[in-house]
């Protein structure tokens, strides 16, 4: 089957896009509004942006025409910080719990049960489970399209990470132990599953 995406419909075009491009890690975000109240939500369309400095990246999808943004967004824009959460197995039903469409009051640690733990460099909360927390401040933002399944653009730069001591040596995080999981397309979610070392080429 050739398809030509602009011939397609958003659902259809979403549908294929989360098929093909899987697994797909998970930014679980904790953000606090201006106004003092919690925000916690995952986000699939994310990524490592650069390592100097310290970059990641997560792309907050648009589900209405225009300008509406996530709470997300918005306790982002208003405050300039944010903090990354690695997801794993342990927390993944609490995750899922996150991932509903609330009100802006409502706080999804809360919600979820998870526990919020203080950071070190940012007014935002981390979360306590997760075993690999990295505190950002706000890099850049881009818009990227106008109608519904554009999405906000939020670049930040790593100012502080936690790790589990169980999970590092020398710099190293063990991905086994971590136990991260993934998105797939529907409600599918994936673990980490069988690990391949392959040695690149040696030119």
Not at 66 to 83: H, L, R
């Amino acid at each position: 089957m050739d398809i030509n995406p602009d011939n397609l419909n958003n659902k259809e075009r979403y549908k294929l896009l989360i098929g093909s491009v899987i697994p797909r890690p998970i930014a679980f975000v904790s953000t606090i509004s201006k106004e003092g109240v919690r925000n916690l939500a995952p986000y699939s369309f994310y990524t490592i942006a650069c390592f100097n400095p310290m970059i990641i990246a997560f792309f907050p999808i648009r589900y209405k025409k225009g300008s509406e943004k996530k709470d997300t967004c918005t306790n982002i824009m208003e405050t300039g910080e944010f903090v990354v959460n690695v997801a794993t197995e342990d927390i993944l039903q609490e995750l899922n719990t996150t991932s509903g469409l609330y009100d802006a009051e409502v706080d999804e640690f809360s919600k979820s049960g998870l526990s919020p733990v203080e950071s070190s460099t940012v007014k935002a909360p981390g979360v306590l489970e997760s075993p690999i927390r990295m505190e950002c401040r706000l890099y850049k933002t881009l818009s990227i399209g106008e109608d519904e399944g554009g999405s906000d653009a939020i670049f930040g730069r790593v100012v502080h990470l936690y790790a589990d001591d169980r999970l590092i040596d020398n710099y190293r995080i063990d991905e086994k132990l971590l136990k991260p999981v993934s998105r797939l397309a529907g409600m599918s979610y994936s673990t980490l599953g069988k690990v391949i070392d392959i040695p690149r080429p040696k030119l």
